[in-house]
């Protein structure tokens, strides 16, 4: 689903303009972005959490050459569903691949 089919989705419901509604997303991605790239964490209760992780610096292999590359220490942005989240899905049956789905709703 793309932000696009989102905000579409939303004015279906809801009535307001497709112009409200995007600025609202929009808004929302920004402060989501906004909040991680300060490395603080945001809690949307029964949806997840997105945060910040550190990942340690490393030594990893380039593919083509085997030569040794280092990797240095990096902030990363994660998500972890929420168990309700997790529990909703799983309850929805069978997995289709993406070709097979139709648009989902909000």
Known sequence: ???????????????LTKKEIAEAVDMFLKIVSDALAEGKHLEIRGFGTFKVKQRKARIARNPRTGEPAPVPERKVPVFKVSKELKDLVAEQGEFKPQSEQSSSTL
């Open 1 to 15: 689903m793309t932000k696009a089919e989102i905000v579409e989705d939303i004015a279906a419901k809801t009535g």
